[in-house]
């Protein structure tokens, strides 16, 4: 009956030369916004309804002036041949947009306040004008920077030397998509390198425990920075080293306490420690346990990380 009346009510309006009124197409009250913006739209807007903001079922939905604004003077422009140019949304979120940044992220931060983006006015990104709309796409069904294998491209846009180590030999397996830029940043965050953790080495430790120890023995570097010897991103010597040893622990280690490396291989069979180093692993020939050794030996090389 009630599909009946709104039939006859639509004939009805028809037949007295009234416009039918519009009817919401995807969000509650998007009705004289679609009545413009349909699926001939160069940006796909209907696209929203494929989205979580687009679940009408949901009281927390919002509508299109939720972030857009009420927008009276585009709502009101009539278009035409000799009208002026076509005014904005009253907040607009695309990248010629000229709405003000911090207008654009507090549309966001009305209802995305909490859980990991209660830092985000002290973060990085957010010192250097990046809003919500720089990296994901609201009204796409499918935003790139939510996922794994897509979102390092999103990342990459602005962190080019990121990229080019990223696809260096040695590199963590984002390009595989078994991780991806936020297993170890929180690009909402507002520690300096925006981490998942507070520091450099407690990030690491969520997938490298074997390295935390406590060790009897500890390495310094290792409890002060893992960065100090490796490349994260990626690099072109095993391990993500930044360089290989013996130049890598020449960088700290000088002569005074052991020989130093020569920078050539042996040219022939030797026992000299001041050439084995180059050899395979180098320095880690003798010192295997690099990160920390537990070595409990009553002797004066039981704390130079040998087993």
């Not at 050539?264 to 346990?289: E, F, I, K």
Request: hydrophobic share 25%; net charge positive.
């Amino acid at each position: 009956m009630r599909v009946l009346l709104l039939v006859l009510g639509l004939l009805s309006a028809t037949a007295w030369g009234q416009d039918p009124a519009p009817q919401d197409r995807v969000l509650n009250g998007d009705a004289k916004c679609t009545r413009c913006h349909d699926e001939n739209d160069s940006y796909p807007v209907l696209a929203i309804g494929a989205t979580k903001h687009g679940t009408r079922a949901d009281p927390r939905t919002p509508s299109c002036t939720s972030c857009h604004g009420a927008s009276e003077a585009h709502m009101s422009h009539k278009g035409g041949s000799g009208a002026g140019p076509r005014p904005k949304p009253e907040i607009g979120f695309g990248k010629h947009a000229k709405t003000p940044i911090d207008t654009r992220t507090k549309a966001c931060l009305t209802c995305h306040q909490g859980s990991s983006r209660v830092e985000w006015q002290m973060s990085a990104h957010a010192r250097t004008d990046v809003t919500c709309s720089s990296c994901h796409l609201v009204h796409a069904p499918r935003d790139p920077v939510r996922d794994r294998v897509a979102q390092s491209d999103t990342c990459f846009t602005c962190h080019k030397e990121q990229r080019v180590q990223v696809n260096r030999p040695v590199h963590h397996p984002i390009p595989e998509g078994k991780m991806s830029c936020s297993s170890c940043h929180d690009v909402h965050g507002g520690n300096p390198k925006q981490l998942t953790r507070d520091s450099t080495t407690e990030t690491c430790y969520t997938c490298h425990m074997e390295k935390r120890g406590p060790f009897v023995h500890s390495h310094p570097p290792v409890q002060e920075d893992c960065s100090i010897c490796h490349q994260p991103h990626g690099t072109t010597i095993a391990s993500l080293l930044k360089s290989r040893a013996p130049f890598l622990c020449q960088e700290c280690h000088s002569d005074t306490s052991h020989r130093s490396q020569a920078g050539a291989l042996p040219s022939g069979r030797t026992t000299s420690s001041g050439l084995t180093g180059t050899v395979a692993r180098g320095c880690m020939n003798c010192h295997t346990n690099i990160h920390g050794s537990n070595s409990k030996e009553n002797s004066a090389t039981s704390g130079r990380f040998r087993r």
